[in-house]
């Protein structure tokens, strides 16, 4: 059985149960394979969240990118774009997201789910790479030791939107679109060249005419 | 801040909670205010209650546009029943237009996704990512199907869901800025917010455009455009791009005075057949929603029926009646059709009373003035300054300030602000309109 077809199976499977099947024997049992032949796929039910989250984050970068628009956006807006993609998907795959999300949220409402971490790893490629583009195109300041934060920041960014979206509750999910759009906005005004970066240079000309 | 009002907004508050507290920050800015007021007049400095509320009118207007647009409405619309702002509020509100920021390209492409499941490149043959213009509650599209030059007017999201809270949260604010009581600004606020709403469902919009360019078609020197409702949906709004050029751009050509007499009548014709004929209004006639063009010696493009008012058949005839010529030369008449519209109330002391028809016909006499007339010359400067001078001297009146609570139906407020709408936009273009009967 392929991989891909055994993630397509398991969440059905969660989607329909509300939570993941008890034991792999069983869940594989019912795919007609043996047990073994589930773990040369995926080492347990974790890998494969990990993997389908993974999968969303692929997804939603293909379909962004394939959008007629997608050449002329900047960096701003090709976030934008990879955001609203990602919760078109997302909203196919709601009840999946809430019990991947809810789940881990109940008990540490702070910490982000490990079932993000192979998606998140991604999405920090695909920041770097926006940011990369963003100095390009004079969107992103230049700041020596600072800048290498960024990463985090948007990854912080990320998770606000999933949770944002985990409990909106407006029709069609549209206080996540105004969301997604003044995070991103907000993060863009923030790694762009800002008030930050001329008291900095004020404040660096001060020091060295005393020198 | 003031100087800072006609700058594109760059960035919103997000939440409930991070507009409340830019609410809260104007509170105690306000507070503040009335600290400097006091502490000045304590040490027998000179300190004008109109600069105090000048002071705090600048500092609310800050605040408010600032935050997303119906907030901001909600007090323009306040500020046109006049007798519920001290003057500065009005003044400070006036100057407002009414600004969300610009959406992004993505957003304005996943709006196409939901609506059609398409990008705006594939339902279009083609589509301008820049925003022309912005709307009233989203931004216009330049775009082009089948040879057609068209206007697509996208809707900023979540517009609808902040409606209501936002008007939540507008209210206490302006209870205590105004000092106003709660149960007078109620149905004020109901209409209000009742209006907004509508604004949002673009698919209503359509169909009462398509209805009220239907029966006004045959109105001389109007253009309306045609609307598209394969390619419209809850959030999206297609119609075909007019000619012509906003007011301000129009007058700049200087056009001779026929023309701006032509497109003048027809903006006359237009509101007075939609008041006495369809009962129904265009209820905001901002000139950002009209375009003018010398085509034909003058033909006025009609936009956005965001914002339609059904007029109920009473109030119809109560206004059209305080309208009439000879109303305001029959004193018992005035009282007993002001009395009807709820403007003086049979509890009202005599003094009072007195004081309500005298400021009452004053306006009367002013406002209807046109419509005495067989022509009337809208470009008279006298008219415009005496109209202002009447503004200031109802403001001034101590007995009348006092009574700052609204009167009358709350219809009254859409009616009032369409014939102030309709005058400004008729006194910028100077026009000499057939306004008599």
Known sequence: MEASALKAAYLDYVRRHGHAPKTVFAFADAQGISESEFYRAYASFGALDRELWADFGRDALTQASQEPAWQGYGAREKLLAFYYTLLEILKNNRSYALLALGRSQRFRPAVIPRVLSKFEDEFKRFVAELLREGHGTGEVARRPMLEDNYGRLFLRQLQFILLFFVRDESANFERTDAAVEKAVTLSFDLVGRNTLDSAFDFGRFLLHKHE | MPSDHNQPQESLPTSKVARAARFAKTGLKVGANYVQHYAKRAVGADSAMADLHQANAEELYGTLSEMKGSVLKVAQMLAMEKNLLPPAYAEQFRQAQYQTPPLSGPLVVKAFRDAFGRSPQEVFDEFDMSARQAASIGQVHAARKLGKALAVKVQYPGVGASIRSDIAMVKPVALRIMGLKEETLRPYLAEVEARLLEETDYKLELSRAQAIAAKCGHLPHLQFPSYYPALSAARILTMDWLPGQHLQEFQATSPSQQVRNQLGQALWDFYMYQLRELRQLHADPHPGNFLFSDTEGGTVGVLDFGCVKDVPALEQQQFLALLAPDTL???????????????????????????????????????????????????????????????????????????????????????????????SLLTELGAVVQTGA
């Open chain 2, 329 to 423: 030369g029959d004193p018992a008449r005035l009282e007993a059709l002001l009395t009807e519209a709820h403007v003086l109330r049979p509890t009202d002391p005599p003094a009072l009373r007195a004081m309500y028809l005298r400021t009452l016909r004053q306006s009367l006499e002013l406002v209807g003035r046109p419509f005495r007339q067989a022509t009337f010359d809208f470009g008279d400067p006298a008219y415009l300054k005496s109209l202002y001078a009447l503004g200031d001297d109802l403001m001034q009146d101590e007995q009348l300030k006092q009574q700052r609570e609204p009167r009358g139906s709350a219809h009254f407020v859409y009616l009032n602000r369409t014939y102030v709408g309709l005058f």
